[in-house]
């Protein structure tokens, strides 16, 4: 059985890849997931803000300290907070690439265009087989339109990804009107794939000190269905590779990301629960269902379900709200 994808042009032997997320900050860990199984991973990201914090620093020549940001930007961690600076960012990513044997992406994280992002040829010099570019952006100015904000990703894309050889993804929000046309503009920016989706961070309120409190939650299995959704819709129209990123935790959840088009699937929170060795059970459990339903070739998998492909495409459209909708009686 041949389990063995292409992903922005890198030879995978699976589909599995390890989405952003601390794990590569060690090397010993980063190992245990090769071991394990993991056929590439993606490095937590280097912010933009980071990378702002530490060029002012050195303009003024003053030193990186927890107060050199602290004017306007009081709400970022200081730069001593951030995890992995840039410098220990550039090392550990050439760490990884002297012990691993699977491609390693570095993750750069921002949405306008600025000095930040010199990163991406950093990455490429240090070694990254790949960046993964993860636009999050929050646009709380009511004077801002839909237009100038996907206006400003694409150059964003474009400059990163013409100064690099290496291929460039994009990781998305869900938060666009048309997903599928932002996705082929973004591949005519020079972006070889993209990443579905960016998982967002709900901050919660405590009504008793009217406190904002921020939270993070792993995912579960239920936020995989706005993935397969949206894989399936794009993924007919798509020149490059899709990866999906969000709510994958068992194998039926890795069937369902490739039948509706994915080319990998990331997985953070299902390894953070269960540990790396967790990899080498969703393995297991996507050979046996391929053997079961007589599939030898990953491809065959990929895009089965899709909207062009699938029995029913608009039960992936508006006739199905209306169809849910009409269906519950009191
Ligand atoms: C602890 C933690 C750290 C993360 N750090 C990053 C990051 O630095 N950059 C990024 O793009 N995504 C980051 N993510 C998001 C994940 O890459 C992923 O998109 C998200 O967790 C959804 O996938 P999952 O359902 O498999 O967890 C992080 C997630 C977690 C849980």
Redesign the pocket.
């Given at each position: 059985m041949n389990l063995s994808t292409e992903y922005l042009g890198l030879k995978l032997k699976n589909p599995l890849i390890v989405?952003?997320?601390?794990f590569c900050d060690n090397t010993h860990s980063a190992f245990a997931l090769q071991d394990a199984g993991a056929a590439a991973i993606?490095?937590?990201?280097l912010?933009e803000e980071q990378v702002d914090a530490e060029q002012k620093a050195l303009v003024h020549h003053v030193e990186i300290s927890a107060n050199s940001n602290a004017e306007g930007t009081s709400y970022f961690p200081n730069f001593d907070d951030y995890q992995l600076p840039p410098d220990q960012y550039l090392r550990q990513l050439e760490n990884l690439k002297a012990s691993l044997t699977i491609p390693v992406i570095g993750?750069l994280?921002g949405c306008r265009p600025g000095g930040w992002m010199d990163y991406a040829k950093r990455f490429e010099s240090a070694g990254a087989d790949a960046i993964?570019l993860?636009l999050?952006q929050l646009v709380t100015d009511p004077e801002l339109s839909g237009d100038e904000v996907e206006a400003a990703m694409l150059e964003t894309v474009h400059s990163a990804a013409s100064a690099v050889k290496i291929p460039v993804s994009v990781?998305l929000s869900m938060f666009h009107t048309s997903p599928a046309n932002f996705t082929q503009a973004i591949e005519g920016a020079g972006a070889k794939g993209v990443?579905l989706?960016?998982?967002f961070y709900q901050p919660d309120f405590n009504i008793e000190e009217l406190e904002v409190r921020p939270q993070?939650k792993?995912?579960?299995s239920s936020?995989?269905l706005l993935r397969l959704r949206w894989l399936s819709i794009i993924s007919p129209h798509s020149r490059g590779s899709l990866a999906a990123?969000?709510?994958?935790?068992q194998t039926e959840d890795v069937v369902k990301a490739l039948l509706a088009g994915a080319h990998v699937v990331?997985?953070?929170?299902?390894?953070?629960k269960h540990g790396p060795r967790y990899l080498t059970t969703l393995l297991a459990g996507l050979r046996h269902w391929m053997s079961e339903h007589g599939y030898e070739h990953i491809d065959q998998v990929r895009g089965a379900m899709n909207l062009k492909r699938c029995p029913d495409p608009a039960a992936f459209e508006r006739a199905n709200y209306q169809r849910i909708l009409q269906s519950w009686r009191v």
């Open positions: 989405g952003a997320s601390p993606v490095m937590r990201s912010f993750s994280n993964e993860n999050y990781k990443v989706f960016n998982r993070l792993l995912s579960d936020e995989l990123s969000g709510g994958v935790h990331q997985l953070v929170s299902v390894l953070l």
